[in-house]
């Protein structure tokens, strides 16, 4: 048998401790550690004592949304204010829908029609807020605004909100993106989406106290997702998940570590603006 020489010895020796190392590294849980962790937050603002629930839920909140224009159903005040429950509602409405009518995968924008009425839906939206900013101004309005119209032209505004992003997220961070298939293929998909949001609203207009709760923490996570998804997106691309996504579980670690810059900045904004208005610095 003929001897090996010094530097074959040496590669050999480096690749079994190469191999060693690698059989010793375990991959990080990060399923279980995501849903460890938002239990975990889950549990604290269900049950960390001080405050009604509702109220945890807008306090929140209170950075990122003007909470102004309040509603009320069952006797009590939605965490956020008439028109952003309306869009982020309608947003969590929205993204579900899509998944349950099987365009989980879609990247391709609604025929043009359709498009531009998601178009119009933001214009209603912003002539309607408009409208409404020119009244708090005690400056001459076109008509009288009120919640039902923040509302409605609010849910309007989260369908767009929640197709354009689904979109976006897909064609980043999916490879299995299906380029061919529309976020909405016809009027019936568009129209369903609609019906869900018209009887969420005429359950909060007709002051349906038993829908209080699924309505509140829908509209809650919706405001709070939609930051969320934006610093899930941001976390994927720097952790470089760009167009490699098969299964949304692949998202897990991303997911997880997303969480912290959406606490942050939600917290960090709820405690600048509790602390400018105890400073008298805004109403």
Same mark, same amino acid.
């Given at each position: 048998?003929?001897?090996?020489?010094?530097?074959?010895?040496?590669?050999?020796?480096?690749?079994?401790?190469?191999?060693?190392?690698?059989?010793?590294?375990?991959?990080?849980?990060?399923?279980?550690?995501?849903?460890?962790?938002?239990?975990?937050?889950?549990?604290?603002?269900?049950?960390?004592?001080?405050?009604?629930?509702?109220?945890?839920?807008?306090?929140?909140?209170?950075?990122?949304?003007?909470?102004?224009?309040?509603?009320?159903?069952?006797?009590?005040?939605?965490?956020?204010?008439?028109?952003?429950?309306?869009?982020?509602?309608?947003?969590?409405?929205?993204?579900?829908?899509?998944?349950?009518?099987?365009?989980?995968?879609?990247?391709?924008?609604?025929?043009?029609?359709?498009? @531009?009425?998601?178009? +119009? =839906?933001? /214009? !209603?939206?912003? %002539?309607?807020?408009?409208?409404? $900013? &020119? *009244?708090?101004?005690?400056?001459?309005?076109?008509?009288?605004?009120?919640?039902?119209?923040?509302?409605?032209?609010?849910?309007?505004?989260?369908?767009?909100?929640?197709?354009?992003?689904?979109?976006?997220?897909?064609?980043?961070?999916?490879?299995?993106?299906?380029?061919?298939?529309?976020?909405?293929?016809?009027?019936?998909?568009?129209?369903?989406?609609?019906?869900?949001?018209?009887?969420?609203?005429?359950?909060?207009?007709?002051?349906?106290?038993?829908?209080?709760?699924? @309505?509140?923490?829908? +509209? =809650?996570? /919706? !405001?709070?997702? %939609?930051?969320?998804?934006?610093? $899930? &997106? *941001?976390?994927?691309?720097?952790?470089?998940?760009?167009?490699?996504?098969?299964?949304?579980?692949?998202?897990?670690?991303?997911?997880?570590?997303?969480?912290?810059?959406?606490?942050?900045?939600?917290?960090?904004?709820?405690?600048?603006?509790?602390?400018?208005?105890?400073?008298?610095?805004?109403?």
């Amino acid at each position: 048998m003929s001897e090996r020489s010094p530097d074959e010895i040496l590669r050999m020796a480096q690749e079994r401790i190469a191999a060693r190392k690698e059989a010793g590294r375990r991959p990080i849980p990060w399923g279980p550690i995501f849903l460890g962790s938002f239990s975990a937050l889950l549990i604290a603002l269900l049950f960390s004592p001080g405050m009604p629930l509702e109220w945890k839920m807008y306090a929140v909140v209170h950075g990122i949304c003007a909470q102004q224009h309040n509603i009320f159903v069952g006797g009590l005040q939605f965490p956020l204010c008439a028109r952003n429950s309306g869009i982020y509602l309608s947003f969590m409405l929205t993204f579900l829908y899509l998944y349950a009518i099987g365009r989980g995968r879609a990247g391709k924008i609604p025929p043009w029609p359709i498009a @531009l009425t998601l178009v +119009a =839906f933001v /214009g !209603i939206m912003a %002539v309607d807020g408009f409208n409404s $900013l &020119l *009244l708090d101004l005690g400056l001459p309005n076109w008509y009288q605004p009120d919640n039902f119209l923040r509302t409605l032209t609010g849910m309007g505004m989260g369908i767009t909100i929640a197709s354009a992003l689904h979109i976006v997220l897909n064609n980043t961070l999916r490879q299995n993106v299906d380029p061919h298939q529309p976020i909405f293929a016809n009027w019936w998909e568009l129209l369903g989406i609609i019906v869900i949001d018209l009887l969420a609203l005429a359950a909060i207009y007709g002051n349906l106290g038993i829908t209080f709760w699924p @309505l509140a923490f829908l +509209a =809650f996570f /919706g !405001i709070l997702g %939609v930051l969320y998804l934006v610093c $899930l &997106l *941001l976390t994927s691309l720097f952790m470089g998940y760009e167009g490699k996504v098969t299964s949304l579980r692949q998202l897990a670690g991303p997911a997880t570590i997303a969480l912290f810059p959406t606490l942050l900045i939600a917290g960090a904004m709820s405690w600048l603006r509790f602390w400018m208005e105890s400073m008298g610095l805004i109403l």
